[in-house]
Nanobody, 124 residues
Framework: QVQLVESGGGSVQAGGSLRLSCSAS????????MGWFRQAPGKAREFVAA????????EYADSVKGRFTISRDNAKNTVYLQMNSLKPEDTAVYYC?????????????????WGQGTQVTVSS
């Protein structure tokens, strides 16, 4: 059973930064495609960023491109989301997701495993 635990959420003013972490309890983390999604109140869950098994390929939603950076450390079984220049519209619960396959995926239905989420609140 794969367990994903997010951390690093919190409250920040617009323009500030946060770094989210997602720790995975898996045997071979490098076998997993990883992604970050978010869900704001009253809205559907949406794609934020994804990263390939090696970290060599990344993909971002247009709304976060140039501000967010996804990365991974396979030795630590951890994926990160560095969020800079935060905006009030970035306020949401952020979820880490994993799937046992190679590739890079922006669709939530691809991912079999999800964390419990971490709240990010950006005030203006």
């Amino acid at each position: 059973q794969v367990q994903l635990v997010e951390s690093g959420g919190g409250s920040v003013q617009a323009g500030g930064s946060l770094r989210l972490s997602c720790s995975a309890s898996v045997r071979t983390f490098s076998n997993y495609a990883m992604g970050w999604f978010r869900q704001a109140p009253g809205k559907a869950r949406e794609f934020v960023a994804a990263i390939s098994w090696s970290g060599g390929s990344t993909e971002y939603a247009d709304s976060v491109k140039g501000r967010f950076t996804i990365s991974r450390d396979n030795a630590k079984n951890t994926v990160y989301l560095q969020m800079n220049s935060l905006k009030p519209e970035d306020t949401a619960v952020y979820y880490c997701a994993a799937d046992y396959r190679k590739g890079i995926f922006s669709k939530s239905y691809v991912y079999d495993y999800w964390g419990q989420g971490t709240q990010v609140t950006v005030s203006s």
